[in-house]
């Protein structure tokens, strides 16, 4: 999939969150929630060893806002003022008008529902403001959490990939889950 270029990385908010650009303040809360192994168990990413592993993640983050490349926003709930995960954009098919999205959030805040709250926004987003046509979502198969919450947000499961991805040392299998613009307009 190609880049997604935007312009900008807009501010999102919903009744509990605010889903904005990262900044380089967030470093402590960005690694309170990426050095903690049970959250990045499942995601492609390594778990985050030092703050330093934080600061090259903000910074690779804000190349590529200032490259007009959608990439993540970080999630702040209201209440606290806190970045308590990450929401964003991991692949992008222009022909086509699809996108990929991948979200990552602390553990504390698990089981409340703030991400099926953060994804809905981002797919209001999607088919209103980019006319997207679908949208996919994935996650390992162990990882059913991350598969309710794609339920939760109308999304339909299409199959799993068997081995797909190699990571942290071992082959996983793959479960696609998506939405076109068409079902979200009925929801």
Request: glycine share 8%.
């Amino acid at each position: 999939m190609n880049a997604l270029k935007f312009k900008g990385t807009p501010q999102l908010e919903t009744k509990r969150l605010i889903l904005r650009r990262l900044r380089p303040e967030d470093e402590n809360d960005v690694f309170e929630y990426a050095s903690d192994e049970e959250v990045s168990r499942f995601v492609f990413w390594n778990t985050h060893r030092s703050i330093e592993d934080s600061r090259n993640f903000i910074n690779s983050t804000l190349g590529r806002y200032e490259r007009d490349e959608a990439g993540e926003w970080g999630i702040v709930l209201k209440e606290e003022n806190k970045l308590i995960g990450t929401i964003g954009f991991t692949g992008f098919d222009s022909r086509s008008r699809r996108a990929e999205i991948g979200y990552v959030l602390s553990r504390k805040y698990w089981g409340q529902g703030i991400m099926p709250e953060a994804l809905n926004r981002l797919l209001e987003f999607a088919f209103t403001e980019m006319d997207l046509n679908r949208v996919e979502c994935h996650h390992v198969s162990p990882n059913e959490k991350s598969g309710r919450v794609m339920q939760k947000v109308g999304m339909s499961y299409e199959g799993t990939a068997r081995e797909k991805v190699f990571f942290k040392g071992q082959f996983w299998d793959l479960k696609q889950y998506a939405i076109l613009k068409s079902d979200w307009v009925k929801e």
